[in-house]
């Protein structure tokens, strides 16, 4: 039977939990769930490779429950970003309370004296920043000796944020009989030697290959002059009357320009790494409840904000990480709804540009025109947003 005509009722998910599932009103699995759920149930380990928005949140936190109910000992989720940790959280307690099963969010940021009252109350379900982690570990006020599953939840990202030793840390602390599931975006040697030296012949699910994105994500990119930015980001946020997600390569960026959309009488948020946990959870509930129509972020964000119904992703800055583009747009396109991704390059940018396009294996199709710029004007010479790639573009200096 073809994914297209399965349903999680053939999966081999125990009766309570599907019909958590179906009050849910999940129907169809995703191709990585399809895949990955079976083997997870069995208790062997997985490594799964899938872009993002593909719902690998329960891909591995279906068997995790399931197996929980059946075996002694609690789940160990590792991952990267405090919003990635209470994304998983909240996704997970859908099910996990309907069976009885408590968890737990330990991240920087939040009170040690809050997460030592939730561990009091036996959580099964540990989910965890990895510095937190360690702080808990080494003031012996959280053990993993009964770790007996264990997930490393995007752990390509974890290990460019440098999070390896600390990983190495944790994994020589759960016990060696156990089950891992390894998820990531894309599988660097660096996974690999995870893979190899601390899981027990996993078996590899790959949905899409890395730098694929969602097909439903129609994509466009401006040449645009460095002081004009935000006369064409005006014009894209009166185009588009949704929910726009904004990405800036830094927190002064991101900050300023939060502050510049305010002052054009928008609802705008911002989010990074200098704000406070509170300060990015109300951000980021305001953002998905419509409190504020968009949400300024930098790369924190890329991967992990799950909000359903994103119009617009705009790259207002071009990443540093070229494979961070992929990430960026999959926060729209999300739940097989359809989305649109806007590109910023200035004129001297053509390198990433390019480093962009080998990582998606395509070209990035550039806009024919400014929004509110007349055409003859967008080919002359001297307009502020031009075009390259083509005999009558302007050929751009390298960097």
């Given at each position: 039977m073809s994914q297209n005509e399965q349903n999680f009722y053939g999966l081999g998910i125990a009766p309570a939990i599907l019909s958590v599932i179906e009050r849910l009103k999940f129907t169809v699995p995703t191709k990585i769930q399809f895949q990955a759920i079976p083997i997870g149930l069995q208790?062997?380990?997985?490594?799964?490779v899938a872009q993002t928005g593909t719902g690998k949140t329960m891909a591995f936190g279906i068997p995790l429950i399931q197996r929980l109910a059946s075996i002694k000992g609690r789940a160990l989720i590792v991952v990267p970003t405090r919003e990635l940790a209470i994304q998983v959280d909240e996704s997970l307690r859908k099910i996990a309370t309907a069976v009885g099963l408590k968890?737990?969010?330990?991240?920087?940021?939040d009170s040690m004296g809050k997460q030592l009252q939730t561990l009091k109350l036996q959580p099964r379900i540990i989910i965890g920043t990895p510095g937190r982690l360690i702080d808990h570990m080494q003031q012996k006020t959280l053990s993993f000796h009964d770790a007996h599953i264990l997930v490393l939840d995007e752990a390509d990202r974890m290990l460019d944020m440098g999070f390896g030793p600390q990983i190495a840390q944790l994994l020589k602390q759960v016990p060696k009989d156990r089950q891992t599931m390894l998820f990531s975006a894309t599988m660097p040697e660096a996974i690999m030697n995870i893979a190899r030296s601390y899981m027990k012949l996993p078996v590899r699910v790959e949905v899409a290959p890395a730098g694929t994105m969602a097909d439903k994500i129609t994509q466009e990119l401006f040449i645009v002059k460095k002081e004009l930015k935000n006369e064409l980001l005006e014009s894209m946020l009166a185009k588009y009357k949704g929910s726009?997600?904004?990405?800036?390569?830094?927190k002064f960026s991101v900050a300023r320009l939060t502050k510049q959309l305010r002052a054009m009488r928008h609802n705008a948020s911002e989010t990074h790494s200098d704000r406070s946990l509170g300060q990015r959870k109300e951000a980021l509930e305001g953002f998905k409840r419509g409190k504020y129509r968009i949400l300024v972020a930098t790369d924190i964000a890329?991967?992990?904000?799950?909000?359903?119904?994103?119009?617009?992703?705009?790259?207002?800055?071009?990443?540093?990480?070229?494979?961070n583009y992929v990430h960026r747009i999959g926060r729209t396109g999300r739940a097989s709804l359809a989305g649109h991704a806007v590109s910023f390059a200035t004129p001297d940018q053509r390198l990433d540009v390019k480093n962009i396009e080998r990582i998606i294996n395509q070209t990035l199709p550039v806009a024919d025109?400014?929004?509110t710029i007349p055409l003859e004007k967008f080919h002359h010479p001297k307009s502020p947003v031009m075009a390259f790639s083509t005999p009558r573009r302007m050929r751009m200096r390298r960097r």
């Open positions: 208790g062997q380990d997985v490594m799964g968890t737990a969010v330990l991240i920087g940021g726009v997600l904004i990405f800036c390569r830094t890329a991967r992990g904000i799950d909000v359903i119904g994103i119009e617009l992703v705009i790259n207002y800055d071009l990443p540093d990480d070229p494979e025109s400014h929004p």
